[in-house]
């Protein structure tokens, strides 16, 4: 079975069509822990910060390395309208976490303001989807429902999935139709 680079290099002309060589934009990547490949050679990772984080959990010191191929906010992309086949988003999901604590260090935390940084997060994202594109949207209910997230975004699901243990955690799925644009 070929590896996805090796389909990358077997393809000519596909850098043409790529925004820096990449199909897939992580527009908020962290530590990338969801990732099975977490240097994909599709995926350009995006994040505002690069850094390793430490710090006490339940009597354990946690280390994670934050290292974004590229520093930026993902709402303000340093991109062109329409670069990408599919972008993947999962912001952070609470709100009311200590600035120490290693929940915040590790997702982030969302500011009194949520509700503008989740519009104005997901239609930057859906600006740099292509047409017919898919946006991969990752949120956890533990702090704001799912439908109060979706209250305050301008596009609707095509489907989605509940999972993690207490089933809070919702992928959902989107497409950027010409009519969305």
């Known amino acids: 079975m070929k590896s996805q680079k090796d389909i990358l290099k077997s393809i000519e002309g596909l850098s043409d069509?790529?925004?820096?060589?990449?199909?897939?934009?992580?527009?908020?990547?962290?530590?990338?822990?969801?990732?099975?490949?977490?240097?994909?050679?599709?995926?350009?990772?995006v994040d505002k910060r690069s850094e390793i984080v430490t710090a006490?959990?339940?009597?354990?010191?946690?280390?994670?390395?934050?290292?974004?191929?590229?520093?930026?906010?993902?709402?303000?992309?340093p991109f062109e309208d329409n670069s990408f086949y599919m972008v993947v988003f999962d912001p952070p999901h609470l709100k009311t976490l200590g600035t120490t604590s290693w929940m915040a260090k590790k997702y982030g935390k969302l500011p009194k303001d949520w509700q503008l940084l989740i519009h104005d997060g997901f239609t930057e994202?859906?600006?740099v989807l292509k047409p017919n594109g898919t946006?991969?949207?990752?949120?956890?209910?533990s702090e704001i429902k799912a439908a109060e997230v979706?209250?305050?975004i301008p596009f609707k699901?095509?489907?989605?999935?509940?999972?993690?243990?207490?089933?809070?955690?919702?992928?959902?799925?989107f497409m950027k139709l010409s009519i969305n644009e």
């Open 56 to 77: 006490k959990d339940r009597d354990k010191i946690r280390t994670i390395e934050i290292k974004p191929d590229i520093i930026a906010d993902f709402t303000h992309l």
């Open 150 to 152: 979706l209250s305050v």
């Open 17 to 45: 069509i790529m925004e820096n060589g990449k199909l897939i934009l992580d527009a908020c990547c962290g530590s990338r822990m969801f990732w099975f490949d977490k240097h994909n050679p599709l995926a350009l990772f």
């Open 125 to 127: 994202c859906m600006r």
């Open 135 to 141: 946006l991969i949207f990752k949120w956890n209910e």
């Open 157 to 173: 699901p095509l489907f989605g999935h509940t999972t993690g243990r207490q089933s809070k955690t919702i992928w959902m799925c």
